[in-house]
């Protein structure tokens, strides 16, 4: 009879915590609902991430966290890039390296973003190693970029690594020699 009482009480638990967990999933889905509404990314995430605490081996709340995680992502992303964007117009190119490299490492695959990265670091010229990186990296997604290439050449050649801004200017110079940019480049290193 104690067998019994204890798997009736273990059951009883089992009910009330999936009623609980049912009520609370009901109150994050009115509130993902509201914060949709407010275009509010940030707080839709944190919601599903805490649905899927309550219900781990749900697919349909993980499907959702993943979808949510990315659209995030995506307006973050976004709002970055315009605010680098009106930076870059300020001239304030400190801050729009800043946001640019931000937006690249959001969108990793992205060669514009890389390619924004390394320009506006260079053209703030204090961080000439990570400006290459990111054209590199512009370089490595989009190999026939020649724009990535012109600015890998450009960052080497105000950090005064000449033999690096051959390298490079080579590299653009394969995809078009007789690009203004490859031939004013091509004329600075030759003098």
């Known amino acids: ?7 009736s ?23 993902i609902e509201k914060a949709a509404r407010n275009d509010d990314h940030a ?17 349909n709340w993980r499907s959702r966290l993943a ?3 990315e659209t ?5 992303a976004q709002r970055l890039a315009n ?22 490492d959001l969108r990793t695959g992205d060669a514009q973003a890389a390619l924004h990265a390394a320009q506006t670091l260079c ?4 961080d000439f190693g990570r400006a290459a990186e990111y054209a590199k990296r512009a370089a490595r997604i989009a190999p026939d970029m020649i724009a990535a290439h012109i600015c890998l050449t450009r960052v080497y050649f105000k950090a005064g690594r000449t033999a690096s801004a051959r390298s490079a200017l080579e590299q653009a110079s394969k995809l078009d020699p007789r690009n203004a940019d490859v031939v004013a480049l091509g004329q600075k290193l030759r003098g």
């Open 1 to 7: 009879p104690s067998g019994m009482v204890l798997e």
């Open 9 to 31: 009480l273990n059951r009883m638990r089992a009910e009330n915590r999936t009623r609980e967990v049912q009520r609370t999933l009901e109150d994050i889905e009115s509130l």
């Open 43 to 59: 707080e839709i995430v944190r919601l599903l991430r805490h649905a899927v605490t309550l219900k781990p081996d749900d697919q």
């Open 67 to 69: 979808r949510a995680e």
């Open 72 to 76: 995030h992502q995506d307006s973050e």
């Open 83 to 104: 605010a680098a964007r009106i930076a870059e117009k300020a001239q304030r190119w400190d801050a729009a390296g800043d946001l640019w490299t931000k937006v690249a």
């Open 123 to 126: 053209e703030a010229g204090q």
